[in-house]
C-alpha cells in the first residue's frame, strides 16, 4: 500500500442468534426446513397481528455486551425500517434505531507480535432477518419466508481499524465471543455470521475521514481480507488519478475476486424510521443484569491465562487451544484422564487438528473420545510404548474411537524395556557394525545416531528410546 | 414547511405508487391538510415533558423461546397472488 496514505475500516457484523424461535413469533428457526413451513400469521406479515418479543434474544445480545465491554442501556425500544423489497412481506424491518440495547464497548486484539489494540464497539442492536430470494429462475424470483424474522444481533464498530490485518482480527475475536457465549455458531460461509465494511482513505495525518464506500457479501474470513484489499487499491488508484471516490455500495465477488457496484434501483436511503407501536419497550434492570452476568461462561482471554498458569502451557499452544471453544472443552476433558499436560497440548494441536482439517470436520464429530486420547497419552508417560509407535496407534484408533490399548496388544506394539532383550540386540549391531564402532571411537559423535536407528529398525521401534540410548552409550564408552 | 409536489413524488416512489397527474395534485393538498392540522400541536409547550414513542404504557412483554407449531406452507401461500408448490413468486427482482 501507498506509504502516503492511510485506511479507515469499521466493521457492521450481523449474528444470528441461536434461538429456538423467531424474534417476534413462535416459529422455528431451524435450518432445512421445506421452504415457507417456519411461517406463521406474524412473520408472514398478516393484518392485524402483534409481534412479542422473545426473552432469550434479550439475553444473548446482554452476554456480547458484556463480552465486548459494553453499556447495558436500561431502556431501549424498537424502530421500523421502511423499505420494499421481497423478502420482507411486512414492507419494513423490526430493528433498533435510535436506543439499541448496547453502547460503548470496545474488544482488544493482539497481533503476531503480541502487541495489542483496542477497538471501539459503537453500539450491538437487534433486529430481524429478511427471507431468501432465489433469483435462478427464468422468469420470476422465488421467496421463501423461513427466515423471515430470525433474530440477528448487529455489532457496529467505530471507525478504528486501519489495515485488513487489523479487520480479520477484530472479526475472528468477534466470532470466539459469540462461540464462546454460544449465542451464534460464527459460521461465514453458511451466513450465520455476515460481515460488512465501511471503507475509506486518508492521506497521512488528516483527521476527517474521506469518503467511504460500503462493501458487502464477503462470506470467508479471506475474502473480507481480499475485498478489503481490493478496495483499498482502487480507491488510492482513483485518488492517485484525481478521480473523486462515490459513496456507494459494492458488492465482492468471489469468483472474479473483485467488486462491482450492487445493482439496485433504490436511490439515497430513505427508511423513514419511526418507533415500533406494536413493541412495548424494553427495560433492563440491574437485577436482570446481574443475573444475567451470572450466566457469562469464562471468555478465551481468561481461558488463555488459565491454561498458561494452571497446566504450564506455552503461550503458543495456549493461543492455539482456546482458539475454538470445542477445541479447549476437548482438550480440559482430555486432561480430565492425563496429568502430562504438554503432551496432550501436543497431540490435541498437532495430529488431533490436522485430522479435523483432513476430514473436514468439526471436533465435536471427531471419533476418538477425550478419554482414548488420554489413556494413549498415559501409554506413552508409564513407558508402554513410545510417542513414534503412538503415532501409529492414533489412525486405528480413528476407526470407531478404538481404545489405544487393544490396539497395541492386537499389533504386538508394546514397547520393550526390557534391557537383557535390548542388550542382546546392540551388541549383535555393535558386531556386524565393526567399521562405524571404530569411527565412534575416534570420536566421531554422528555416529551414535546411526547406532539408535539400527536398533529402533531391529525392534519395529518398540525399544524404550531411553533405555537403548543408556545401553548403548555405556556399552560404546565402554569400548574407549 | 409545505408539502411540495416533489415530496408527494417521492413518497409515492417509495410507496412503490404510481400516482396521476391529478392525484398528485390532490394529494399535495390533501398532505398540507393533515400537516396543518397536526401543525396545532406545535402551540403547547412541550419544554418539560418527556417524548413518548408508545401510545400505552407499559413495557418488558416478552415470550418465553418456546416453539410454536407453525401453519402449513399450503396456507401460507393461499392469500399469495402468485405462488408455485413451495414458494412465493414475484416479478423477477434481479436479472441475472
Ligand atoms: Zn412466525
Redesign the pocket.
Known amino acids: 500500500m501507498n506509504s502516503k496514505y492511510e485506511v479507515v475500516i469499521g466493521l457492521e457484523v450481523h449474528a444470528q442468534l441461536l434461538t429456538e424461535?423467531?424474534a417476534?413469533?413462535?416459529?422455528s428457526t431451524k435450518f432445512g426446513n421445506p421452504p415457507n413451513s417456519?411461517?406463521?400469521?406474524?412473520?408472514?406479515g398478516q393484518p392485524g397481528v402483534l409481534p412479542v418479543l422473545n426473552k432469550k434474544v434479550i439475553e444473548y445480545t446482554m452476554l456480547m455486551g458484556f463480552a465486548t465491554n459494553c453499556k447495558i442501556k436500561e431502556r431501549s425500544v424498537f424502530a421500523r425500517k421502511n423499505y420494499f423489497y421481497p423478502d420482507m412481506p411486512k414492507g419494513y424491518q423490526i430493528t433498533q434505531y435510535e436506543e439499541p440495547i448496547c453502547e460503548h464497548g470496545y474488544i482488544d486484539i493482539e497481533f503476531k507480535d503480541g502487541s495489542k489494540k483496542r477497538l471501539g464497539i459503537t453500539r450491538i442492536h437487534i433486529e430481524e432477518d429478511a427471507g431468501k430470494s432465489i433469483h435462478d429462475q427464468a422468469y420470476e424470483t422465488l421467496v421463501d419466508v423461513n427466515r423471515?424474522?430470525v433474530p440477528l444481533m448487529e455489532i457496529v464498530s467505530e471507525p478504528d481499524m486501519r489495515s485488513p490485518e487489523e479487520a480479520v482480527l477484530y472479526l475472528t475475536k468477534i466470532k470466539q465471543f459469540v462461540q464462546y457465549l454460544g449465542i451464534c455458531d460464527g459460521n461465514m460461509e453458511e451466513g450465520s455470521l455476515r460481515c460488512d465494511a465501511n471503507i475509506s482513505i486518508r492521506l497521512k495525518g488528516e483527521t476527517k475521514l474521506g469518503t467511504k464506500t460500503e462493501i458487502k457479501n464477503m462470506n470467508s474470513f479471506k475474502n473480507v481480507e481480499k475485498a478489503l484489499q481490493y478496495e483499498i487499491e482502487r480507491q488510492i488508484d482513483l485518488i492517485e488519478d484525481g478521480v473523486k471516490i462515490v459513496q456507494e455500495t459494492l458488492l465482492w465477488d468471489a469468483d472474479l475476486n473483485m467488486s462491482a457496484p450492487m445493482r439496485s434501483k433504490e436511490e439515497a436511503h430513505d427508511y423513514r424510521y419511526f418507533p415500533e407501536p406494536d413493541l412495548m419497550p424494553v427495560i433492563v434492570s440491574e437485577s436482570w443484569k446481574a443475573e444475567a452476568k451470572k450466566k457469562m461462561p469464562e471468555l478465551p482471554d481468561l481461558r488463555r491465562e488459565r491454561f498458561i498458569t494452571e497446566f504450564s502451557l506455552p503461550k503458543y499452544d495456549a493461543d492455539i487451544l482456546t482458539q475454538s471453544k470445542p477445541v479447549a472443552d476437548y482438550f480440559e476433558e482430555v486432561i480430565k484422564y492425563t496429568k502430562e499436560y504438554k503432551t496432550a497440548s501436543n497431540w490435541v494441536m498437532g495430529d488431533v487438528l490436522k485430522t479435523l482439517n483432513e476430514l473436514k470436520i468439526d471436533i465435536t464429530e471427531f471419533s476418538i473420545s477425550a478419554e482414548n486420547l488420554g489413556k494413549l497419552i498415559n501409554l506413552i508417560g508409564n513407558g508402554t510404548i513410545s510417542g513414534k509407535i503412538a503415532k501409529e496407534v492414533f489412525p486405528d484408533m480413528l476407526e470407531g474411537n478404538k481404545d489405544p490399548e487393544i490396539v497395541i496388544k492386537e499389533k504386538n506394539l508394546v514397547q520393550i524395556s526390557d534391557t537383557s532383550a535390548i542388550e542382546k540386540i546392540i551388541d549383535e549391531i555393535l558386531k556386524a557394525n565393526e567399521k562405524e564402532v571404530n569411527e565412534y571411537l575416534e570420536g566421531k559423535e554422528k555416529v551414535f545416531g546411526f547406532f539408535v536407528g539400527k536398533t529402533m529398525r531391529e525392534t519395529k521401534g518398540k525399544a524404550n528410546p531411553k533405555i537403548v540410548n543408556d545401553i548403548l552409550r555405556s556399552k560404546l564408552d565402554g569400548l574407549k | 414547511m409545505a408539502v411540495t409536489r416533489k415530496d408527494v413524488e417521492h413518497i409515492a416512489q417509495l410507496a412503490k405508487l404510481s400516482l396521476e397527474e391529478n392525484e398528485v395534485e390532490s394529494l399535495t393538498d390533501q398532505m398540507n391538510d393533515i400537516l396543518g392540522y397536526v401543525e396545532k400541536l406545535n402551540e403547547l409547550d412541550t419544554e418539560n415533558i418527556e417524548p413518548l414513542s408508545h401510545p400505552v404504557e407499559g413495557n418488558n412483554v416478552f415470550r418465553e423461546d418456546v416453539p410454536i407449531k407453525?401453519i402449513a406452507s399450503s396456507e401460507a401461500l393461499k392469500n399469495a397472488p402468485s405462488a408455485s408448490e413451495e414458494f412465493f413468486l414475484v416479478p423477477k427482482v434481479i436479472n441475472n
Do not use: A, E, I, Q
Open positions: 424461535t423467531k417476534f413469533c413462535g416459529c417456519n411461517v406463521c400469521p406474524v412473520c408472514l423471515c424474522g | 407453525s
